[in-house]
């Protein structure tokens, strides 16, 4: 959607997270404008001009990318100096905070050993599963009998770390 905020890293071709000099751009925010209506289709221009990735003069970089973006930080929603983004599902009582779940990470082949003559098309995933649970009315019951019902999942976990090296959590 408009203004969707990312986090992109530019790293060394074949350059890890690890290494700090492997790390030529480090979480810049950028914002999405959908192409042509398409919402699946966007460019990004960063939040800051100031922070502008360029593409070395010579030489082939990756990108790893996500969503939302998120400040340096341990708290969910933002990523750790181990570069960990922290996700919390705990919350998800208005759409607003379940908007804030649909965590999204690019680090595939296509934006790998990139540069400025080939750039990179940041192709994303979903991170996260989302579960909808519908309830029916069934024999000896109708709408009017679920007024007031809720149903809770438990057991499952409502906080992960995604690994920006790898998407793993």
Same mark, same amino acid.
């Given at each position: 959607a408009q203004d969707d905020p990312v986090?992109?890293?530019?790293l060394k071709n074949g350059g890890v997270f690890t290494t700090t000099s492997d790390i030529l751009s480090d979480n810049v925010q950028y914002k999405a404008t959908p192409v042509g209506g398409d919402a699946t289709k966007v460019t990004f221009a960063p939040a /800051? #001009?100031?922070?502008t990735?360029?593409?070395?003069? *010579? =030489?082939?970089?990756?990108?790893?990318a996500y969503y939302p973006y998120g400040l340096t930080g341990t708290n969910a929603g933002q990523v750790t100096t181990?570069? @960990?983004? @922290?996700? *919390?599902?705990? #919350?998800? *009582?208005t759409a607003t905070d379940q908007a804030k779940t649909d965590v999204?990470? *690019?680090? /595939?082949?296509v934006n790998k050993a990139r540069s400025k003559t080939d750039p990179a098309a940041l192709e994303f995933n979903h991170a996260l599963a989302k579960l909808v649970v519908n309830i029916k009315a =069934?024999?000896?019951?109708t709408g009017a009998d679920f007024s007031g019902m809720s149903a809770a999942l438990k057991g499952f976990p #409502?906080?992960?770390d995604?690994?920006?090296a790898n998407g793993n959590t």
């Open positions: 986090g992109i890293f530019m /800051n #001009t100031a922070e990735i360029y593409y070395p003069q *010579s =030489g082939n970089v990756d990108f790893v181990d570069y @960990k983004y @922290k996700v *919390s599902v705990a #919350t998800q *009582s999204l990470y *690019s680090n /595939n082949v =069934g024999d000896g019951m #409502t906080t992960a995604l690994a920006l």
